[in-house]
């Protein structure tokens, strides 16, 4: 395990088996229904890589990019879009998927400028959720995992460009430790 980590909070299995039934959830409320999945760059790409190979229905696969704590481990509350999208979302239902929900100022973001495509209709997935840092009314539709309020990594989530390869979710020593 990389220095820089504490402690492992879920492992490999426990994830693969968490992204399976969010899956199972997608599955049942999309069924054969079009849907795009919108990734949020670059912390969801591996959450995005897992789901949708236990998908089964047309899902159209479409990335955006945000960046909102630079290198900081605390948030600084903007979160700068770059949207790149070639797919069309008009009239079709689109599910964000990001890695995790903080103080929800990113997804509200998103949310908000994706509705401005005209969607038909917008659902968000996220892989970890810490509510208690929310500043941002928002809650996702589908969730992976409920957090404290920790600094993870791991699983897509980074540390300074660094640890996104980690095939779990750890918990990051603090900083002077
Ligand atoms: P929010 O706008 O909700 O405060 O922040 C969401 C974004 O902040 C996430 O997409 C992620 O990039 C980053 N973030 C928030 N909490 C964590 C965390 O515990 N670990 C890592 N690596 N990134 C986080
Ligand atoms: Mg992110």
């Given at each position: ?8 909070l ?31 760059l670059?912390?969801?790409?591996i ?15 479409e ?17 700068r ?12 239902d ?12 990113t997804?509200?973001?998103i949310k ?7 969607p ?12 208690s ?8 539709d ?24 980690l ?9 002077g430790n």
């Amino acid at each position: 395990m990389p220095r820089q980590v504490a402690r492992v909070l879920f492992t490999e299995a426990q994830i693969r088996q968490r992204v399976r039934e969010l899956a199972s959830e997608i599955q049942r409320d999309f069924g054969d229904e079009d849907l795009v999945i919108l990734a949020v760059l670059r912390g969801s790409m591996i959450f995005l890589a897992d789901l949708i190979r236990f998908l089964q229905g047309p899902v159209t696969i479409e990335v955006i990019r945000a960046a909102s704590y630079g290198h900081a481990t605390v948030s600084s509350g903007t979160a700068r879009i770059r949207d790149e999208m070639d797919v069309d979302i008009r009239n079709r239902d689109v599910l964000i998927l990001d890695d995790i929900l903080d103080t929800g100022r990113t997804l509200a973001r998103i949310k908000g400028h994706i509705q401005s495509h005209g969607p038909r209709a917008i659902r968000t997935c996220v892989f970890l959720d810490k509510p208690s840092r929310r500043v941002v009314d928002i809650k996702p539709d589908y969730c992976g995992f409920t957090i404290e309020d920790h600094f993870v990594v791991g699983y897509g989530l980074d540390y300074k460009d660094t640890l996104r390869n980690l095939p779990y979710i750890g918990i990051l020593e603090e900083e002077g430790n």
